[in-house]
C-alpha cells in the first residue's frame, strides 16, 4: 500500500514540474507577450540603435532596457534610415537650409606686403682694396641697369696692373699681353674697360664697379671716399620681373594650404 502511495506522488512530481516547464516557455516566450491592447511583441531593440535587435528584454550595448517592437509598430522602408521626431530634433540642434552653390572650403583672409624674390637679388663685392670716388648710385630703392658704373674704385693695385698692360701692349709679346689681361680682369676690371686701355695706352687707376643686372638698389653701403676692403658688400640689388607676396598665416589655417592654390591680392 506504501509503495502504490510513493509512485502516486513521484507521478504528480513529475506531472507538476512538466507543467510548470510548459507554462513558463509560454508565458515567458517574447512570441507570446502581448501589451495592453494585445498586441504581440515582434522583439527588442535598442533605444538608440533601431538595428539592434533581441528576441526578449535584455540590455543594450550602451546598457540601456531594451524596448519593444509590437506587431504593426515595425519601420518600414530602409532600415538605415533614421527618423526624429519634432522633440529629438530640437534637442539634438538639427539645422536646416536651402542647397544653393558656394565654396566648399571658407576663404582664408590675411594681410601681407610685397617683397623682393631672394632668387633674383645679386651683391656687388670688390676685389681689390681701394677707395671710392665718383659714387654715381646714392640711395636705396633707386632703379638701375645691368652694367650700369654704380661707383669707381681707386687702387694701386689696380694702377700697377694697368702699367703692366700698357707696357705688354708695347711689347707685342702675346703671352704677356694675356697674363696682363687677365691679372686685370682677377681685379674686377671689365673686357670693355680693358680694350679701352690698350686702345688709348694710357694708365688707368680706378676701376668702374657695375650693376650685376636690372633691378632696385635694395642695400648701399658706399659712400665718396670710404674705404673698402676685398669681399666687403658694397651694394645689392634685385630684380623687379618677379615679387614674393609674403602673408601671415594663423596656425589653425596651415593645413588648408596647398601649392598652386588660387590667391587675390588687393592693394
Do not use: C
Not at 535598442?46 to 517592437?69: C, I, Y
Not at 522602408?77 to 571658407?106: C, F, H, Q, W, Y
Amino acid at each position: 500500500m506504501r509503495g502504490r502511495y510513493t509512485a502516486l506522488a513521484i507521478l504528480a512530481l513529475a506531472g507538476g514540474t512538466a507543467g510548470g516547464i510548459a507554462l513558463e516557455r509560454f508565458y515567458l516566450n517574447p512570441a507570446n507577450i502581448v501589451g495592453p491592447d494585445g498586441p504581440e511583441i515582434l522583439y527588442w531593440v535598442a533605444p538608440m540603435d533601431p538595428n539592434f535587435r533581441q528576441p526578449g528584454p535584455g540590455k543594450s550595448p550602451m546598457g540601456m532596457d531594451l524596448v519593444p517592437v509590437y506587431e504593426g509598430e515595425e519601420p518600414s522602408g530602409d532600415p538605415s534610415e533614421v527618423t526624429l521626431d519634432a522633440a529629438e530634433i530640437n534637442a539634438i540642434g538639427v539645422r536646416t537650409a536651402l542647397s544653393r552653390m558656394t565654396e566648399v572650403a571658407p576663404r582664408i583672409e590675411t594681410v601681407g606686403f610685397v617683397g623682393y624674390d631672394e632668387h633674383l637679388t645679386s651683391h656687388v663685392h670688390t676685389r681689390v682694396e681701394g677707395w671710392i670716388e665718383d659714387l654715381k648710385v646714392r640711395a636705396v630703392g633707386d632703379i638701375v641697369r645691368g652694367d650700369q658704373v654704380l661707383f669707381e674704385l681707386f687702387s694701386p693695385l689696380i694702377a700697377a696692373a694697368t702699367g703692366d698692360l700698357v707696357r705688354a701692349v708695347e711689347a707685342g709679346d702675346p703671352r704677356i699681353l694675356d697674363a696682363a689681361r687677365n691679372k686685370l680682369m682677377s681685379h674686377g676690371m671689365s673686357a670693355r674697360q680693358i680694350a679701352e686701355i690698350e686702345a688709348g695706352g694710357e694708365l688707368v687707376r680706378n676701376v668702374e664697379i657695375v650693376a650685376p643686372q636690372n633691378g632696385v638698389v635694395i642695400a648701399l653701403n658706399a659712400a665718396d671716399g670710404m674705404y673698402l676692403q676685398p669681399g666687403a658688400l658694397a651694394f645689392s640689388v634685385a630684380g623687379l620681373s618677379q615679387v614674393w607676396l609674403i602673408v601671415d598665416v594663423f596656425e589653425r589655417d596651415i593645413a588648408r594650404l596647398s601649392e598652386d592654390m588660387r590667391a587675390v591680392a588687393r592693394f
